[in-house]
């Protein structure tokens, strides 16, 4: 009946037959799509199961997690509570064994201190047993040296002697003898400034550091690093070596004649002072005590005493008879260098590292005064009348020092003028109107002391100069450097 009813309805209106066929088609894609919405629930239904039992399995780890958590806070605090007792303990032991370990600590101590004093004691022994060796190698080594002199000197006698017949032809000069006992000076006169280089030589093998007349000008030793100390005569504009004092183990630092020209004394860097007798060249006493350089050293009044200036901050007075060190002055700072200001030998001015002048009465127990520089004194030299001192210093200055009134009075620079060491050497000239200093460029310098200004500059050393010397008479200046070289100038002679 529907068929029929839908056919005939069909035959009846076409339109309406599309119309539901066309529906029928939507009824069915939705019910397709009713179909596939429950099957995709189902599937999500599914998921979702899967879900809960993954979360409730998380909530079961977490769960356990925390009780894990709970456990490990639950034993920190116990941990906790027993570390306090145990700190607790600590302190309370600490407290009751402080006592016993400060004492044992103590014990240890002194077993260590007795220990080291023990091994000191053995090491002085030693050292004194090493000194006593040691003197006594240098004793036999001056007596070998004394011994090879004495050969050389009878080598040399009949020379003297022709020499001395000489002399005696000639206008009388002084000349040193064994058997002189007294030398008499040149009359001093005017001191000249020299123009000139009359003569330069090769002195020693290094550096010149000292160089020294004697106080009649007859002859003058100079010392360097090479350890000998040479002496030479003037003749003419010309320097002839004759005897060469050999015996020690540093370089001469500086030298010193006494008044009548018998001994040479000499400060050397091998922490000794030696004596030297010119006539025969025989060492005659090595002074050793300082426990540094030996920088200065000076006759005292006499022959018979001596003062040495060392780095190791002393001045050590020596007694040339007894060949002992009868007093030690520790003066500080490091002695570069020293002059004596009176005929006794009592009064002592040292120049110093800390940039001061020290003034020393040997009867005393410290200084008697002091003035201080603008820089590290590197020489002093007394004027002839004993009224003025000259320092040197390293500020590239020269003072010139009133001791009457203990006070600066003049100042010596120039724009050229630099010292080169801390050991460079100035002096007055023999009649106390002029100064002179090397410099580091090789350049003497020669001031006026009344108007303080540069009279002369002498130019020929290529390298620094370390010291200069005048002539006794006023009439050479000899200057040396660091390389060898001594130069003699001088008025040339026509």
Not at 315 to 340: H, M, Q
Not at 418 to 423: P, S
Request: proline share 2%; net charge positive.
């Amino acid at each position: 009946e529907n068929a029929a009813g839908r056919s005939n309805s069909g035959s009846a209106n076409p339109m309406a037959n599309e119309k539901i066929s066309m529906l029928e088609q939507k009824v069915f894609k939705l019910q397709e799509e009713l179909t596939e919405m429950h099957r995709r629930k189902g599937e999500n239904a599914q998921k979702i199961i899967e879900l809960n039992r993954l979360v409730q399995t998380k909530d079961d780890e977490i769960a356990k997690r925390d009780k894990k958590v709970n456990d490990s806070l639950s034993v920190q605090e116990t941990l906790q509570a027993d570390k306090r007792k145990l700190e607790q303990r600590v302190s309370e032991l600490l407290t009751n064994n402080q006592a016993c370990v400060l004492k044992d600590e103590q014990q240890a101590l002194q077993l260590a201190c007795t220990s080291i004093e023990d091994k000191l004691r053995q090491v002085q022994t030693e050292n004194r047993d090493l000194i006593e060796r040691w003197m006594r190698e240098k004793a036999r080594a001056a007596d070998m040296l004394n011994d090879a002199n004495d050969k050389s000197s009878k080598i040399r006698q009949q020379q003297v002697q022709n020499d001395l017949l000489e002399a005696a032809r000639e206008t009388p000069t002084p000349k040193i003898t064994g058997n002189q006992t007294k030398i008499v000076p040149l009359p001093i006169v005017r001191a000249v400034l020299p123009t000139k280089m009359l003569y330069k030589f090769d002195a020693h093998e290094g550096e010149v550091f000292a160089v020294k007349f004697s106080p009649s000008g007859s002859i003058f030793a100079t010392g360097g690093g090479d350890r000998i100390v040479k002496i030479w005569e003037l003749q003419g504009a010309k320097a002839f070596q004759k005897d060469a004092l050999r015996g020690s183990n540093g370089g001469t630092m500086s030298i010193e004649f006494d008044s009548q020209e018998r001994y040479v004394l000499t400060a050397s860097n091998d922490f000794a002072g030696r004596v030297w007798s010119i006539s025969d060249q025989r060492l005659r006493h090595t002074l050793t005590g300082h426990s540094n350089k030996v920088l200065a050293a000076k006759f005292l009044g006499d022959t018979g005493r001596v003062v040495t200036g060392s780095n190791d901050r002393t001045l050590k007075v020596w007694d040339l008879k007894n060949r002992a060190c009868i007093r030690t002055i520790f003066a500080g700072s490091s002695c570069n260098d020293l002059v004596t200001i009176d005929g006794t030998g009592a009064n002592i001015i040292s120049g110093h590292y800390d940039k001061r002048i020290r003034f020393w009465d040997v009867r005393s127990e410290s200084s008697c005064n002091e003035i201080s520089l603008h820089g590290k004194v590197t020489s002093l030299s007394l004027s002839p009348d004993g009224t003025y001192l000259l320092s040197s210093s390293r500020d590239d200055m020269l003072k010139l020092i009133d001791l009457r009134m203990n006070q600066v009075t003049g100042t010596f620079c120039s724009d050229g003028f630099r010292l080169a060491l801390d050991y460079c050497r100035a002096c007055f000239s023999p009649d106390g109107q002029y100064v002179t200093c090397g410099s580091l460029d090789g350049t003497v310098f020669i001031w006026n002391t009344n108007s303080t200004r540069v009279e002369k500059t002498l130019k020929e050393h290529t390298n620094p100069v370390i010291a200069c010397m005048w002539h006794p008479q006023g009439t050479h200046i000899l200057s040396s450097d660091k390389l060898r070289k001594i130069v003699v100038w001088g008025e040339p002679v026509y």
